[in-house]
C-alpha cells in the first residue's frame, strides 16, 4: 500500500501563486507515476497533471498548461505542484494521486491510491 498526504492548500485572490505538496510513504518503489486531479462543487473530477514517478515525461490538462508545473523530489518521496497565475476556476478539491501501472495516469480510473484532498480557493 501506499499513502499520500496533501498539503499547501488556500485561499488566495486571482493571480496568485501556491504550491501543493504530496508526500508519499510505504510501498512507494512501486509507484509507476503519481499526479494531480481535481475536484470542484458538483463536477466531476478531473485531470490536472502527472509525472512519471522516477522523473521524465510530464502531462497536463489544457487548461492548466503554462501555469501549472508538476515536479518530484524522490529522495522525499515527495510530489509538488507549483500553480501560478491562478484563477477562479481552478478552485476545486485537489486529490493526489499514484499509480502502481504503466498508465498514463490521466483518469480517475487509472488511480490506484488517493490522498485526502486539499481546498484550493480563487477569489475573484
Known amino acids: 500500500q501506499v499513502q499520500l498526504v496533501e498539503s499547501g492548500g488556500g485561499l488566495v485572490q486571482a493571480g496568485d501563486s501556491l504550491r501543493l505538496s504530496c508526500a508519499a510513504s510505504g510501498r512507494t518503489f512501486s509507484v509507476y507515476a503519481a499526479g494531480w486531479f481535481r475536484q470542484a462543487p458538483g463536477k466531476e473530477r478531473e485531470f490536472v497533471s502527472r509525472?512519471?514517478?522516477?522523473?521524465?515525461?510530464?502531462y497536463y490538462a489544457d487548461s492548466v498548461k503554462g501555469r501549472f508545473t508538476i515536479s518530484t523530489d524522490n529522495a522525499k518521496s515527495t510530489v509538488f505542484l507549483q500553480m501560478n497565475s491562478l484563477k477562479p476556476e481552478d478552485t476545486a478539491v485537489y486529490y493526489c494521486a499514484a499509480t502502481n501501472r504503466a498508465v498514463l495516469l490521466t483518469s480517475p480510473t487509472q488511480v490506484n491510491y488517493w490522498g485526502q484532498g486539499t481546498q484550493v480557493t480563487v477569489s475573484s
Open positions: 509525472i512519471a514517478w522516477r522523473g521524465g515525461p510530464t
